[in-house]
């Protein structure tokens, strides 16, 4: 079968930062003067008054720290509580097209390649900013790339669904090398009046570089052992926001146009439904546990990730061998076991294995065990 690699990654982290501490107290002052102004209907039993967030509860629950925003005002105005970001015409790059081209130009240079080497490109996030003109063909477009271009989501997992798309695509010939993006605006998606989830997600966006190892050049190739995604229906994650809404007489206020979960519910279920899919793939592959010198995981908390490492290397993952970014992104989407891959791969020696692996709304989850070569 034809070596496909990773062969470049790149990661574009805005310049804002909010840290634990700035968000707590914005939400705070929103839930006293919603308090205040709601205390009749609150003493009447009509509406329930809104309980205080605090910063120990945030990092115990998470390990979440700090979170890198596209636009901090707006988030932690407490008359407004999101980002406000600029309206564009539809002459000027959008938002996520703009961020994409950001990471993807780090994602070249990383590979060694220029626009003319690719041949596709895959926008792969959870949140699309309009319905079309794909992004990814505005990112085509702005970088000069020739070939074609889609969008697609499969939420958290989009990034891992799209490598293995792109691997099946490169080895059966319909494009050589190609250019993925996943933007993830999460805070555009966030409710931040909500305590339960308001410091769960945070900005960013990363690339990568894929092609066939013989075309290969850059220093820090790994191949694509394998990939094996899984997909099974649950409620626990959902967003309603879409195209219908205004058919269906939705007010765009509705609290089901943002991010809901259950989050205990997704707790107990996901750890067991990504340990076995991991377990299961290095068994197909005929790979021991103690071969892996590093787990990639999906970034959306803490101690689920040291549960998954725990089951699937059969102890306590040491520091490095499992690295974490969610102290300092949060959640960000499909992009996490990216920005965990960027930045703790370089180290790896060579013939070194690593599993990436993503999990999230869907449910959907996607092992790709990777082998250093370069
Ligand atoms: N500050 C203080 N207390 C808070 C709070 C906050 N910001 N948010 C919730 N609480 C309270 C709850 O109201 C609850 O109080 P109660 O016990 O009186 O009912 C208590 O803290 C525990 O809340 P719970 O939601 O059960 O916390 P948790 O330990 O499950 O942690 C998550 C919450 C979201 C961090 C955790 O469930 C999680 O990360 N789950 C996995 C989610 C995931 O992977 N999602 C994928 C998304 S892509």
């Known amino acids: 079968m034809e070596q496909i690699v990773i062969s470049g990654t790149g990661v574009f982290t805005p310049e ?39 910063e120990e509860f945030i990092f115990n629950a998470s390990g979440i720290k700090n979170r890198f925003v596209l636009d901090k005002e707006g988030i932690l105005d407490p008359e407004v509580m999101h980002p406000i970001l600029d309206k564009r015409s539809d002459d000027q790059p ?23 080497d690719i041949d596709a490109v895959i926008t792969a996030c959870s949140n699309l900013e309009r319905a079309y003109p794909a992004i990814s063909i505005e990112v085509q477009e702005l970088l000069g790339i020739e070939g074609f271009a889609f969008d697609m989501n499969v939420a958290c997992s989009s990034a891992t669904f799209a490598i293995q798309a792109a691997a099946d695509m490169i080895r059966s010939g319909s494009a050589k090398t190609i250019l993925i993006v996943d933007p993830e605006i999460c805070s555009g998606h ?45 409620n626990n994650i959902r967003n309603n926001f879409g195209f219908l809404n205004s058919a269906k007489k939705s007010s765009p206020l509705d609290r089901d146009l943002l991010f809901m979960q259950q989050g205990r519910k997704v707790f107990k279920e996901v750890v067991p439904m990504v340990s076995q899919l991991i377990l299961e793939h290095l068994n197909e592959e005929k790979i ?14 803490k101690s689920m ?26 959640n960000t989407s499909s992009a ?39």
Request: with cysteine.
């Open 336 to 374: 996490g076991s990216i920005i965990a891959f960027s930045k703790f791969s370089d180290d790896m020696n060579k013939n070194e294995i690593g599993v990436l692996c993503s999990f999230g709304a869907g449910y959907s989850a996607g092992s790709i065990i990777l082998k250093k070569i370069s």
């Open 190 to 234: 966030l409710d931040f009046k909500d305590r339960d989830c308001h410091f769960i997600f945070g900005d960013v966006c990363t690339a990568m570089i894929l092609e066939r190892k013989d075309t290969a050049e850059s220093n820090n190739c790994f191949e694509i052992i394998s990939t094996k995604c899984i997909t099974q229906f649950s």
């Open 94 to 116: 959008s938002i996520l097209a703009e961020m994409s081209i950001k990471a993807a130009k780090k994602a070249l240079d990383n590979a060694g390649k220029t626009p003319k």
């Open 288 to 301: 021991q546990t103690d071969e892996i010198k590093r787990l990639w995981l999906h970034q959306a908390n």
């Open 16 to 54: 804002q930062s909010i840290t634990n501490e700035e968000l707590v107290k914005a939400y705070n002052e929103y839930a006293k003067k919603f308090n205040l102004l709601n205390k009749q209907d609150i003493d009447s039993g009509k509406t329930d008054a809104l309980e205080l967030s605090n």
């Open 305 to 330: 990730n040291d549960l998954i490492g725990k089951k699937v290397l059969g102890r306590t993952p040491e520091e490095y061998e499992q690295p974490n970014i969610l102290q300092d992104y949060a």
